[in-house]
């Protein structure tokens, strides 16, 4: 008994068994669509994000605390989950306000201040 499976491909293979073999194609396409420069890349990521509403800010390196003090003092967080792992670099040493106070869970990975 010839299953289904089996009388397709028969029938494929006779349709096919009297023609010439595809010539290679040329592949001279892009590989990749976005170029080697990361200043252009960055570029293109920023006019992404904007395209979805978010807020991109750049700096350098050695501007991100100021940049990261300033957006959280401009928002008027009183405290900052940071998650675990992330270096300490970058980020505004801790001060104390009256912001809300986190879950106990997240209390560990705050930079703002802790309740007893």
């Known amino acids: 008994m010839t299953s289904s499976r089996d009388l397709v491909l028969t029938r494929v293979r006779a349709a096919i068994a009297d023609t010439t073999p595809a010539a290679d194609l040329p592949r001279d396409y892009l590989r990749t669509h976005t170029p080697d420069d990361p200043g252009v890349i960055l570029d293109l990521l920023a006019e992404n994000l904007t395209d979805y509403r978010a807020v991109v800010h750049r700096c350098t390196g050695a501007g991100l605390p100021a940049l990261l003090a300033r957006i959280l003092a401009e928002q008027g967080a009183g405290s900052v989950a940071v998650p675990p792992g992330l270096p300490p ?28």
């Open 89 to 116: 670099r970058g980020w505004p040493p801790p001060t104390c306000g009256s912001g809300p106070t986190l879950p106990r869970s997240l209390r560990a990975t705050s930079t703002g201040p802790t309740p007893s």
